[in-house]
């Protein structure tokens, strides 16, 4: 049976006006470009972007005071000399790249003074690009297999079974960009709102690229996953007949937007190294407002609400960045508490938009931690990912003589351990409550899932106990006859140099009795 699905698209088979590509930073897209087919690197043009973790803290300082992270050619700031990084020498480039790129060309210097201000994950490509190692890119070319499978997913995309990594197989590693804007489209906020079609798909394009992915779990298909759990929760009886369109669009760019240039560790590692970014934000939700203000700078980089009255637009930026610092895993007591008052005093209004936009907040916490309420089969994936992000850090801090923090440690911590405490407590108080506010078959399929889930892990768990256990009798046993072994040799060796003779050669009258 064919399946008809029509997405009112750039048309990316003709070519984008020649005043669209002269822009810095614009995305040229070729004739060959697709929907589920990202543009090639090497068409992307040279751009600045988001806060990067090379520069100065007075250079940050500067730029928050701006309250943009692009920043102008003629600033021209000095390059920092790696010795004076403050950063103990722990390069963020280096952390996941195995490839020996040698010293940079003196050529090259003039260069890097124009990209030391991109994000992340861009400084590392361009750092490559400009020392001259080539890029191990895939061709962005799908069959129509694939991409009618992806298309026939959309249809589901509301199941909450949603495989997020079989569709980010069949989109090319472009789930971010089809989700995200399948969703947008389908709300009818590309109309509503009057976005440019070019500078939406630009957007997307940036924040996917903006993802690192080479971390195991903050990468763009969490950011994916996120999404479409978002999706769910703002489709519940509840929400759905009380959020406005400016809560939705807002609700699903803070999903996509959330971990945003995540370098991979977390915020306790960037304070004790004395990242700028610590010091920039004042040890204080460091990620998430790096998160947000790369975000934002996207946003206007990319001019996606530029035709949005001026308070208007700065008005999204703010609800934007209200909504990506509730996912502070620190703070998570402090919204739980607040959430469990509303629902004992049943004093939520839904028509109040300050009662909305926190719900919105909750909506979101969920969806970033949603990984134990998946089913096994989606959940086990995810928490593997997530405690091997934890275990690279512990094996950079023992690299580095730093204190390895807590569940990082992996010669000490477990898969099955670190997500049974992180289920008991962190997930099911904060999914308990949810329940309370939003009972419907959903929830109770989320708190089923997550029962099951821990009881997997702890079965997992006493298998492994088991087998342990199973093994060090044996290696007892094993080492004690080779002591008794050991001490027979050694006694041997003693009386053979003390008489001359070894003990076989001793007249049997003359042994003790």
Not at 215 to 241: F, G, S, W
Not at 441 to 454: V, Y
Request: with cysteine.
């Amino acid at each position: 049976m064919e399946v008809c699905y029509q997405l009112p698209v750039l048309p990316l088979d003709r070519p984008v006006p020649k005043h669209v590509l002269s822009r810095r930073g614009a995305i040229s897209f070729s004739s060959s470009s697709s929907l589920f087919g990202a543009p090639d690197p090497r068409q992307l043009s040279q751009r600045r972007g988001a806060i990067s973790y090379d520069s100065s803290d007075q250079t940050a300082l500067y730029i928050r005071m701006l309250g943009d992270v692009r920043v102008r050619s003629q600033v021209g700031f000095e390059p920092e000399r790696r010795s004076s990084h403050p950063y103990l020498y722990i390069d963020f480039r280096t952390l996941h790249t195995r490839l020996d790129y040698g010293s940079t060309s003196a050529s090259s210097a003039p260069e890097r003074r124009v990209h030391r201000l991109l994000s992340f994950q861009r400084y590392l490509h361009s750092s490559r690009l400009l020392r001259g190692v080539p890029q191990q890119i895939p061709l962005h070319i799908l069959d129509e297999d694939y991409t009618g499978q992806a298309r026939c997913m959309l249809e589901k995309v509301g199941n909450w079974n949603f495989d997020i990594f079989l569709f980010d197989r069949l989109t090319n590693g472009n789930s971010l960009i089809t989700l995200t804007f399948h969703l947008l489209n389908q709300y009818g906020l590309v109309e509503l709102f009057q976005l440019d079609m070019v500078k939406l798909w630009r957007f997307l394009v940036m924040v996917q690229e903006d993802y690192h992915s080479d971390n195991p779990y903050h990468n763009a298909i969490h950011a994916a996953d996120v999404t479409q759990a978002m999706y769910c929760y703002m489709r519940e009886p509840t929400l759905a007949k009380s959020l406005t369109s400016c809560d939705i669009l807002l609700g699903l760019l803070a999903a996509a937007t959330h971990d945003l240039d995540h370098p991979g560790v977390n915020q306790p590692f960037l304070i004790k190294t004395d990242h700028y970014l610590a010091t920039l934000y004042r040890n204080t939700s460091v990620l998430e407002n790096h998160h947000w203000k790369s975000a934002v700078g996207l946003l206007r980089e990319t001019g996606l609400f530029s035709h949005l009255p001026a308070e208007d637009s700065l008005n999204m930026e703010r609800e934007l960045g209200s909504l990506i610092l509730a996912t502070d895993i620190s703070r998570q007591n402090e919204y739980l508490s607040r959430f469990r008052r509303h629902l004992d005093q049943e004093n939520l209004c839904l028509s109040n938009g300050s009662h909305r936009h926190f719900i919105l907040q909750m909506a979101l916490k969920c969806a970033d931690i949603c990984n134990p309420c998946r089913p096994w089969e989606l959940s086990k994936q995810w928490s593997e990912k997530v405690t091997e992000e934890f275990f690279q850090q512990g094996d950079i801090e023992k690299k580095h003589k730093l204190e390895v923090s807590p569940l990082c440690d992996r010669g000490i911590n477990t898969v099955g351990n670190i997500q049974i405490g992180f289920m008991t407590y962190v997930a099911e108080p904060l999914f308990a409550e949810w329940a309370r506010f939003s009972d419907t078959r959903l929830s109770q399929t989320m708190l089923g899932h997550m029962g099951l889930n821990k009881a997997s892990w702890g079965s997992l768990q006493q298998e492994q106990t088991s087998v342990s256990e199973e093994a060090e009798p044996s290696s007892a046993g094993t080492d004690t006859e080779e002591a008794a072994a050991t001490a027979a040799r050694r006694n041997s060796n003693t009386a053979t140099a003390a008489g001359g003779t070894s003990s076989k050669e001793i007249p049997q009258g003359s042994r003790e009795s």
